[in-house]
């Protein structure tokens, strides 16, 4: 519950909300008050990059006009995306996998937002607002011209991490066994979470 303030926010490059065993749709008082830092940064610090993982991804839909509900489905393990034109471009990759550890999700692309890619579980895996806000994205698109960037997956996981989340969360029934049996069985798919998605998060921060 403790934020920084306007004169400390005016000297940071940015600020990346992380994930969280929390679920970012529950009415309680400390997600509701960091869904209303977040839209006020968007809204009145335009300087200022938002990065968004997950659950991050999640409290930024809310905050900017969308919302975070319940999914039928887990979604575990490395798993492949399928990149909209503006993913492709943005990522510079035609494909890319990343580590997935959730449930709840984001079902459509709030308003002034960019769609990144989907899969068959998660519309929105991914999305970015312009600078500008603009509902046609800049042709060509620089790093330098996002000002929020999401993604539903973990750029940070690997397989170590995501296989003991699995093993822990399989035992106290979190997660089901049809779900369980299948991220081990992707267990050592590609991870682009680092290679791509890390750089482009710290490309938009201007750090390379």
């Known amino acids: 519950m403790e ?25 309680i008082e400390w997600i509701n008050r960091l869904v209303e830092f977040t839209a006020r940064v968007a809204t009145t610090k335009p300087k200022l990059k938002i990065i968004g993982i997950c659950f991050g991804h999640q409290i930024v839909a809310r905050a900017l006009g969308g919302r975070c509900v319940p999914n039928d489905k887990w979604e575990v393990g490395p798993t492949p995306l399928a990149l909209t034109a503006l993913g492709k ?38 999305m970015v607002r312009f600078h500008s806000a603009a509902t046609v994205p800049p042709s060509p ?12 997956g973990h750029p940070e996981f690997n397989e170590p991490i995501v296989s003991k989340l699995v093993d822990a969360r399989t035992a106290s029934g979190i997660i089901d066994p049809v779900t369980s049996v299948d991220a081990v069985r992707r267990a050592h798919w590609q991870n682009d979470g680092v290679g791509v998605v890390g750089k482009i998060i710290l490309g938009i921060y201007g750090v390379v």
């Open 3 to 27: 934020y920084p303030t306007d004169e400390q926010l005016d000297a940071y490059e940015g600020i990346l909300l992380t994930g969280s065993k929390a679920n970012a749709y529950e009415d």
């Open 89 to 126: 471009e943005v990522f510079g990759v035609e494909s890319l996998y990343i580590e997935e550890m959730h449930r709840d999700h984001v079902p459509e692309v709030p308003p002034t937002f960019h769609l990144l890619g989907s899969t068959e579980v998660s519309v929105n895996q991914g």
């Open 141 to 152: 698109v620089s790093l330098s011209d996002i000002h929020v960037f999401t993604v539903q």
